[in-house]
């Protein structure tokens, strides 16, 4: 029997690891219960050179989980992942970021059957969040009244029916 860890936390573990000491076992009964060694892995202290060493999904997974807990920002990389709905369901629970599963949701069956990177998602999440930056600025200044709506629907590049559809503001008559 192998036992491994796998810690996801930001913070240090402060925990045994080995069975005896993360069980609260009477002295009696210790010499009965075998004491098994945790193999122990902090994805936010492992090196770069540790997680390239990972080929399959995982590696996918360590990268993101390593910068998420060590406070680096994330630099996803362009292998295709082999289990792309699992991997993104995996991410998405564990970090509390529904963004990635959305993002996935909203790509065609056909991309998706050709393979997928985690890089192409994260570059349609930032490119959403771009999008939605730029809109909500617009959507300030036709609030503000200093512009019209007309010419925020312009600069988003949305006509004013889709404007006003995202928006709910009406024209006025």
Request: glycine share 6%; aromatic share 14%.
């Amino acid at each position: 029997m192998i036992t491994l860890v796998i810690y996801f936390g930001k913070d240090d573990w402060n925990y045994g690891t080995n069975l005896h000491s993360c069980l609260d076992i009477s002295p009696e009964l210790l010499p009965f219960v075998s004491d098994y060694k945790v193999n122990f892995y902090s994805l936010k202290d492992m090196t770069e050179e540790q997680i390239e060493n990972f080929k399959s999904d995982f590696k996918v997974i360590a990268e993101f989980f390593h910068a998420l807990s060590s406070g680096e920002n994330y630099h996803p990389t362009n292998q295709k992942l082999d289990h792309p709905e699992e991997v993104i369901d995996m991410i998405s629970t564990f970090s509390g970021d529904d963004r990635f599963r959305d993002e996935y949701n909203s790509i065609s069956k056909q991309i998706k059957e050709g393979g997928i990177s985690m890089c192409e998602i994260y570059d349609k999440i930032l490119q959403e969040g771009e999008a939605k930056g730029f809109f909500f600025f617009f959507l300030s200044l036709v609030k503000k009244g200093m512009i019209s709506l007309a010419q925020a629907a312009e600069q988003a590049n949305m006509t004013i029916e889709e404007f006003e559809s995202k928006t709910g503001l009406q024209t006025q008559n």
